[in-house]
């Protein structure tokens, strides 16, 4: 019986090797494309729907494939946007490993035509 659903917004860079990780490890999934809000950058989301035995499970296949990696943003300065001369030094980011949502399941049925 399925009763949690996971989702798992992920970096790009990780979800090759998540996916094979994933699948390997016997547990289906429906991937989207996603953006983050702040950085406006792609991502990607994964719904995996286990039992609830297995969610832990999951977890640590995603704390392995998913890496923390540093991002230097460059702000727009109120200086530059007037012409000065010295740039604004980049602010530092750190995003990832992972962000995952665990949430019940109520119900998880496969419909098909004939039913
Ligand atoms: P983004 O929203 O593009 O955020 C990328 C990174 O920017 C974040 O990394 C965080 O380090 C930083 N950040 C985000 N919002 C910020 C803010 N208001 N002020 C300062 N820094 C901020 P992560 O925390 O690892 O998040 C990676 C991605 O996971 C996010 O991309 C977003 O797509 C998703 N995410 C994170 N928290 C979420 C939440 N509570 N609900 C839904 N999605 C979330």
Same mark, same amino acid.
């Given at each position: 019986?399925t009763?949690?659903?996971?989702?798992? #917004? =992920?970096?790009?860079?990780?979800?090759?090797?998540? %996916?094979?990780?994933?699948?390997?490890?016997?547990?289906?999934?429906?991937?989207?494309?996603?953006?983050?809000?702040?950085?406006?950058? &792609?991502?990607?989301?994964?719904?995996? &729907?286990?039992?609830?035995? &297995?969610?832990?499970? =999951? #977890? *640590?296949?995603?704390?392995?494939?998913c890496?923390?990696?540093?991002?230097?943003? %460059?702000?727009?300065?109120?200086?530059?946007?007037?012409?000065?001369?010295?740039?604004?030094?980049?602010?530092?980011? *750190?995003?990832?490993?992972?962000?995952?949502?665990?949430?019940?399941?109520?119900?998880?049925?496969?419909?098909?035509?004939?039913?």
């Open positions: 019986m009763s949690r659903l996971i989702i798992a #917004i =992920v970096q790009r860079r990780d979800l090759d090797g998540l %996916s094979k990780a994933l699948t390997e490890a016997g547990f289906s999934f429906t991937h989207v494309a996603s953006v983050g809000g702040f950085l406006m950058e &792609a991502n990607d989301t994964l719904f995996i &729907a286990v039992d609830e035995g &297995a969610v832990e499970r =999951v #977890i *640590q296949v995603i704390r392995e494939h890496h923390t990696r540093t991002r230097y943003l %460059s702000p727009i300065s109120p200086i530059l946007e007037t012409g000065g001369l010295f740039p604004p030094s980049p602010v530092e980011v *750190q995003v990832g490993g992972a962000h995952v949502f665990v949430l019940p399941v109520e119900a998880c049925r496969r419909l098909h035509p004939d039913d």
